[in-house]
T-cell receptor, first 119, second 116 residues
Framework: GQQVMQIPQYQHVQEGEDFTTYCNSSTTLSNIQWYKQRPGGHPVFLIQLVKSGEVKKQKRLTFQFGEAKKNSSLHITATQTTDVGTYFCAGPFPVRGNAGGTSYGKLTFGQGTILTVHP | EAGVVQSPRYKIIEKKQPVAFWCNPISGHNTLYWYLQNLGQGPELLIRYENEEAVDDSQLPKDRFSAERLKGVDSTLKIQPAELGDSAVYLC??????????????FGQGTRLTVV
């Protein structure tokens, strides 16, 4: 079936250490999105990657989209306690509609990587 | 601009009782999603609307769950009757189209359902 897998499931780091989470899709994606969910909160969009091999940076966060557009990674440099939360990747999978056409809006999430940062 | 609004925030019901959740998406967003999220898991899609049409409801347990999005704006998700295993957070999200693809999804605060 259509799946998005993330590893690791959990990551505990000391403040200042780096962190990386990996995302793999069962199929080629048109784009991939990353979200962060703080404890007790809701998922909040971080970034979208569209092009094969694309790399984007947001301050200490670096996002990569694989050449085959089936995998992605999020790397945080020098983690801070404010980075605590669960990081999800999500990709739009094709869905055959009731009328027979195909749409690409089924945003499917990975199971997330829970990051804890020890001060 | 107001974000995605969901109500109620919390709901505790006894099993076999009905429950309904309401969602008002961001104005102008034609795509609306209902997700279920269990503790420690990623959001799982229940149903997706494009305007008022449910274009993907393959993961909605139709024997007890129903949803509607009249006039293509706000939406309700209903469970009748609720079971203990339905306890979870129900998230609503919305997005729009840009150049043939959905933009990022904006999530509401969610409704935390506890079935006792």
């Amino acid at each position: 079936g259509q799946q998005v897998m993330q590893i690791p499931q959990y990551q505990h780091v000391q403040e200042g250490e780096d962190f990386t989470t990996y995302c793999n899709s069962s199929t080629t994606l048109s784009n991939i999105q990353w979200y962060k969910q703080r404890p007790g909160g809701h998922p909040v969009f971080l970034i979208q990657l569209v092009k094969s091999g694309e790399v984007k940076k947001q301050k200490r966060l670096t996002f990569q989209f694989g050449e085959a557009k089936k995998n992605s990674s999020l790397h945080i440099t020098a983690t801070q306690t404010t980075d605590v939360g669960t990081y999800f990747c999500a990709g739009p999978f094709p869905v055959r509609g009731n009328a027979g056409g195909t749409s690409y809006g089924k945003l499917t999430f990975g199971q997330g990587t829970i990051l804890t940062v020890h001060p | 601009e107001a974000g995605v609004v969901q109500s109620p925030r919390y709901k505790i019901i006894e099993k076999k009782q009905p429950v309904a959740f309401w969602c008002n998406p961001i104005s102008g967003h034609n795509t609306l999603y209902w997700y279920l999220q269990n503790l420690g898991q990623g959001p799982e899609l229940l149903i997706r609307y494009e305007n008022e049409e449910a274009v993907d409801d393959s993961q909605l347990p139709k024997d007890r769950f129903s949803a509607e999005r009249l006039k293509g704006v706000d939406s309700t998700l209903k469970i009748q009757p609720a079971e203990l295993g339905d306890s979870a957070v129900y998230l609503c999200a919305s997005s729009s189209w840009y150049r043939g693809r959905n933009t990022e999804a904006f999530f509401g605060q969610g409704t935390r359902l506890t079935v006792v």
